[in-house]
């Protein structure tokens, strides 16, 4: 069974930063994909960021680029989401998914192409 879980969601003010870690199990990470998503109350599910299996290419949203950086630790199975200048706008639940395949590609904001999910962690921003 396929797990993913977050953690490192938090109540942050504005301009601060926030680290999230997503740990997965039972699937072979260094042979996905994987993405971080995020969903506002009353907002759809919006990709985040994706990144490809050996860390060589990486896709952001164009509201966090420049401000969030995704990467990954193979060798402990782990995902990361590094978000500075944090804006209330960014508060969200958010999650990560792993993708079908090792590269993200132009689809890669749709939540249609990763086949499993965390169960989410909640970032808030706010003074």
């Known amino acids: 069974e396929v797990q993913l879980v977050e953690s490192g969601g938090d109540l942050v003010q504005p301009g601060g930063s926030l680290r999230l870690s997503c740990t997965a199990s039972?699937?072979?990470?260094?042979?996905?994909?994987m993405g971080w998503f995020r969903q506002a109350p009353g907002k759809e599910r919006e990709g985040v960021s994706c990144i490809n299996w050996r860390s060589s290419n990486t896709y952001y949203a164009n509201s966090v680029k420049g401000r969030f950086t995704a990467s990954r630790d193979n060798a402990k199975n782990t995902l990361y989401l590094q978000m500075n200048s944090l804006q209330p706008e960014d508060t969200a639940i958010y999650y990560c998914a792993a993708r079908l395949g090792v590269y993200c590609s132009e689809s890669w904001s749709l939540a249609g192409a990763y086949n499993a999910w965390g169960q989410g962690t909640q970032v808030t921003v706010s003074s």
């Open positions: 039972g699937l072979t990470f260094g042979g996905s994909a």
